[in-house]
């Protein structure tokens, strides 16, 4: 070779280089699609393998029983904080049992105290676990979160709820109180007959919208502990933050319902199948709106964001919306200013003991 190579023209030896080269590259390209190929057989492998496991459970028939059992053996409490649209997503949810097979019921407390009786938290941990011919349930009320671990369950209920930009929510009970909305116009409210607007309430101090009536959303996800209906407590806050991370499937705001009903019917199709489409109709139970609201001026609301209460509050709500951003944007896609759920993106592998 080494001869060959002296007796060579130097034009040659450098279209022999060449050759060599592209060889070499077409040989690397070769084996780069070879592993490309290898790689795209394992996975479709892998997937029929997983989709002999799922025949292989479906045909068996205890197993799939307690598959349909685990299903219907589901239960949602929806703890519903007033005038954050609660009313309006409650609605699609009653619009969807029949078809989607689940009962609806509302819990209705004595004079909406969202705070019940030790004897009353026992019956309606019972009632949730035991009352098999309401399942599965969605339940519904203006009740602070209740923690089932306490009494002792094994399956806990899934939580979800929706809260509000504070100022917005306690200006939009302000009026509510005093002329109600588009829902029920002909029913009498607690301060009907007052006229005096949210701006002159806060300017003369008054106590249907004092800093304390923000108070509100952090005791919800608090819970029944006498610190969480403590005004402006810190361990409250704290606590609230911990249930809304640990303790709520979703936590979603208003501001941004519906795609907090798109993140439900994807991950909950036993009980959302059909409620985005349902909500976009725009029918007239799905947009309740107070009636007579003014919105408050900007010496109102920088008045109401000097108290500490607020600032907690609205914390809180920051943090709630900071979640439900992060999980959206892991769940969906975004194109022509429409969202999309994402498809299914993971999938498995190296499954062992192999299958004969």
Same mark, same amino acid.
Request: hydrophobic share 35%.
């Given at each position: ?6 007796m $060579? ?8 280089v ?8 077409l040989?690397?390209n ?6 490309? *190929?290898l ?8 997937? /029929? ?13 205890p ?10 053996? $589901? ?10 649209a609660?009313?309006?997503f ?12 689940y009962?609806?019921?509302?819990i209705?407390?004595t ?8 004897q ?5 941990v019972?009632n ?13 009320? /203006?009740?602070s ?5 306490k009494?002792g ?10 809260i509000r ?6 200006v *939009? ?5 005093r002329?109600?909305?588009d829902y029920?116009?002909?029913l009498?409210?607690r ?5 005096k +607007?949210f701006d ?17 959303q952090i005791?919800?996800f ?9 005004v ?5 806050m704290?606590?609230?933050?911990y249930?809304l991370?640990n303790?709520y499937?979703?936590?979603g705001?208003t ?5 907090f ?12 199948r059909g409620? +985005? ?8 139970? /799905? ?6 609201k003014?919105?408050?001026?900007k010496? +109102? ?10 600032? $907690? ?6 943090f ?8 959206r944007?892991?769940a969906?896609r ?22 004969n």
């Amino acid at each position: 070779m080494g001869l060959l190579r002296i007796m $060579m023209p130097p034009k040659l030896q450098l279209l022999a280089v060449v050759a060599f080269a592209v060889a070499m590259l077409l040989l690397l390209n070769k084996v780069q699609k070879q592993e490309e *190929s290898l790689s795209k057989l394992e996975r479709a492998f892998a997937r /029929h393998e997983v989709r002999e496991s799922e025949q292989r459970h479906t045909l068996d028939g205890p197993r799939q029983d307690a598959a349909l059992d685990e299903e219907e053996d $589901m239960v949602i409490i929806y703890n519903r904080v007033p005038k954050t649209a609660s009313t309006s997503f409650t609605n699609i949810a009653y619009d969807l049992c029949a078809k989607n097979k689940y009962h609806v019921l509302h819990i209705n407390t004595t004079k909406n105290n969202p705070v019940m009786s030790l004897q009353d938290q026992v019956r309606f941990v019972k009632n949730i676990t035991s009352w098999k011919e309401m399942k599965p349930g969605f339940y519904h009320g /203006h009740i602070s979160y209740l923690d089932f671990a306490k009494f002792g369950v094994k399956k806990k209920p899934i939580y979800i709820n929706v809260i509000r930009d504070p100022i917005e929510r306690l200006v *939009s009970y302000y009026y509510f109180l005093r002329f109600g909305d588009d829902y029920r116009p002909g029913l009498r409210r607690r301060k009907q007959g007052d006229k005096k +607007t949210f701006d002159e309430c806060v300017a003369e101090g008054g106590s249907d919208c004092a800093p304390e009536k923000l108070w509100l959303q952090i005791p919800f996800f608090c819970g029944h502990s006498s610190e969480c209906w403590n005004v402006g407590s810190r361990w409250a806050m704290d606590q609230a933050k911990y249930n809304l991370i640990n303790e709520y499937f979703l936590v979603g705001v208003t501001e941004e319902l519906e795609d907090f009903i798109m993140l439900l019917e994807a991950a909950l199709p036993r009980f959302f199948r059909g409620a +985005t489409e349902l909500y976009r109709t725009g029918k007239k139970s /799905h947009l309740r709106k107070t009636t007579e609201k003014k919105l408050p001026t900007k010496q +109102t609301i920088a008045k109401l964001q000097q108290s500490d209460i607020w600032k $907690m509050e609205n914390e809180f709500y920051e943090f709630a919306l900071e979640q439900f951003q992060f999980i959206r944007a892991h769940a969906v896609r975004e194109k022509d200013g429409d969202l999309y759920i994402l498809t299914q993106n993971f999938f498995y592998e190296k499954i062992y003991p192999k299958s004969n």
